[in-house]
């Protein structure tokens, strides 16, 4: 197990690689926010039935497949590659806090 701290400023970030084939759970706890304004919220996302899109979730990527993955996830890797995470919103420049992730690969 892996832990990574994951900032809600910053766009993609890097954790582990992966082949294709192997178990990659993922738990993330801690709190963030897309907006100074708004309340802090954990990696499920911004707790608002409006939000459809899942915005300030954790999401995470190998290679260009991008997945959601709130407070816990488990997958079998589709590809080789880097487990990439960050919080799903499309401006990064306002956001504030942080998840502590820790990634099991089997």
Known sequence: VQTFEIDAAQSWQPTVEVRAGQTVTIRARGTWTHYPAREPYDADGWPDPRNTDRRGALFGRIGDREFPVGK???????????????????????????????IEVR
């Open 72 to 102: 816990t996830a488990r997958f079998v890797a589709p590809a080789d590659g880097m487990v990439e995470l960050r919080m799903n919103d499309g401006d990064h420049s306002d956001n504030s806090g942080s998840l502590m992730v820790q």
